[in-house]
Nanobody, 124 residues
Framework: QVQLVESGGGLVQAGGSLRLSCAAS????????MGWFRQAPGKEREFVAA????????VYADSVKGRFTISRDNVKNTVYLQTNRLKPEDTAVYYC?????????????????WGQGTQVTVSS
C-alpha cells in the first residue's frame, strides 16, 4: 500500500521560507514522478510543481517559478519543496502525490496516491 506523509508546513511571515518534505513508501519510488499541489480555502486544488522519477525533468506552475524548488532523494524515498520569498497568496494546504507515469505532469488525473496535506500559512 502506497503511503505519503508530508511535513514541514507552518506559519511564516511574507518573504520567509519553508521546506516541505514528503516521505513515500509502498512503491518503487524512482519509477514514478512526484508532484506537489495546493488548495486554498474556497478554491480548487492547483498544481505547484512536479519532478520526474530520475529528478532530471521538472515542471513548475508560473505562480511559483523562481521562488519554489522541487527535488527528490531516491535513496530516502522523499520529495522536497523548498519555498522561498513566500507571499500571503501562497497560503494553502500543500499535498504531495505520486504519479502513474515516469515524467511529471500538471494534470491532477495523472496522480493516484495523495498525502494528507500540510498547512502553509503566510502572514502579511
Amino acid at each position: 500500500q502506497v503511503q505519503l506523509v508530508e511535513s514541514g508546513g507552518g506559519l511564516v511571515q511574507a518573504g520567509g521560507s519553508l521546506r516541505l518534505s514528503c516521505a513515500a513508501s509502498g512503491r518503487i519510488f524512482s519509477n514514478y514522478a512526484m508532484g506537489w499541489f495546493r488548495q486554498a480555502p474556497g478554491k480548487e486544488r492547483e498544481f505547484v510543481a512536479a519532478i520526474s522519477g530520475s529528478g532530471r525533468s521538472i515542471v513548475y506552475a508560473d505562480s511559483v517559478k523562481g521562488r519554489f524548488t522541487i527535488s527528490r532523494d531516491n535513496v530516502k524515498n522523499t520529495v522536497y519543496l523548498q519555498t522561498n520569498r513566500l507571499k500571503p497568496e501562497d497560503t494553502a494546504v500543500y499535498y504531495c502525490a505520486t504519479s502513474t507515469e515516469y515524467y511529471g505532469t500538471r494534470s491532477y488525473a495523472a496522480y493516484d496516491f495523495w498525502g494528507q496535506g500540510t498547512q502553509v500559512t503566510v502572514s502579511s
